[in-house]
């Protein structure tokens, strides 16, 4: 798989100087970069309600001097302008983990945002002139809501037009609320063959244009195939390569459940 060094700059005097060093060994091993922004919150203004929810988290009052605090208030999804601001000045490539365009599910696993939210934020990103690399995540709204998930992510993805796109599929690991759900008999995972037909399903359903080059790759180690194709043109090709995976898959009797590996 590709390897990147990735870069933050909230605006932290320590982090500054880590990014040098980042710097650095990007020049020494022609690693390529990606720069990723940490989002705790929509909006810039949101900063003081997460700080008085830090001091909630961690049982302190907002005046006590000796409490836990961010040092920047820059932990916001960036509006499309300053993303081109970062364009210009060098940024290449954005990667998102958007998971599902879906608002039930992204409700369900608490998210904090809502589809329209979600796909606006990668819109932002493609807007601006920069790659977007985004993942979505199978298997993530579980047996009963597969159709839903599928068809809303294809069209959050048909409305972002991502360079790069990823499926991971859902890991349940412990401590985990859906885990918990789970056990519970709460939340019914889909088998490995469930979650290439979802795959299938969203693939059927992404329309991209002609002259946009959309690169798809399912490598992370939750995946059980490994796939490869470049959208739209080898669409066809790619829905083959999943439907031969769904026979494959169908033959197995189990599966690890906890680690989905």
Same mark, same amino acid.
């Given at each position: 798989g590709n390897f990147f060094l990735e870069m933050q700059d909230h605006g932290i005097e320590a982090q500054r100087m880590v990014n040098q060093g980042i710097l650095r060994l990007a020049r020494e091993t022609g690693l390529p970069l990606v720069v990723t922004n940490d989002a705790h919150y929509?909006?810039?203004?949101? *900063?003081?309600m997460q700080d008085v929810l830090l001091c909630v988290q961690t049982g302190k009052t907002v005046d006590d001097?000796?409490?836990m605090r961010f040092?920047?208030?820059e932990f916001y999804l960036k509006s499309e302008e300053e993303l081109r601001q970062l364009k210009e000045a060098g940024l290449k490539l954005l990667y998102y983990g958007m998971e599902t365009g879906d608002d039930a599910t992204l409700k369900a696993v608490n998210k904090g945002v809502d589809g329209e939210q979600a796909v606006e934020a990668g819109r932002r990103v493609t *807007?601006?002139?920069m790659k977007l690399s985004m993942m979505i995540i199978l298997g993530l709204a579980g047996a009963e809501g597969s159709e839903r998930h599928a068809l809303a992510t294809a069209q959050a993805i048909n409305i972002i037009k991502p360079t790069h796109l990823s499926a991971l599929c859902l890991m349940l690991y412990r401590g985990s609320e859906l885990l918990d759900q789970y056990e519970a008999g709460k939340f019914n995972p889909l088998s490995p063959a469930g979650l290439m037909r979802e795959l299938k399903l969203i693939i059927e359903n992404i329309d991209l244009p002609a002259d946009r080059h959309c690169l798809f790759r399912s490598n992370h180690v939750s995946n059980y195939v490994q796939l490869a194709a470049t959208l739209p043109h080898d669409k066809?090709?790619?829905?083959?390569?999943?439907?031969?995976s769904i026979a494959q898959l169908s033959k197995l009797k189990s599966w690890d459940v906890y680690n989905y590996n």
């Open positions: 929509l909006r810039k203004e949101d *900063a003081a001097p000796n409490r040092e920047t208030e *807007a601006s002139g066809q090709r790619l829905l083959r390569d999943i439907d031969y």
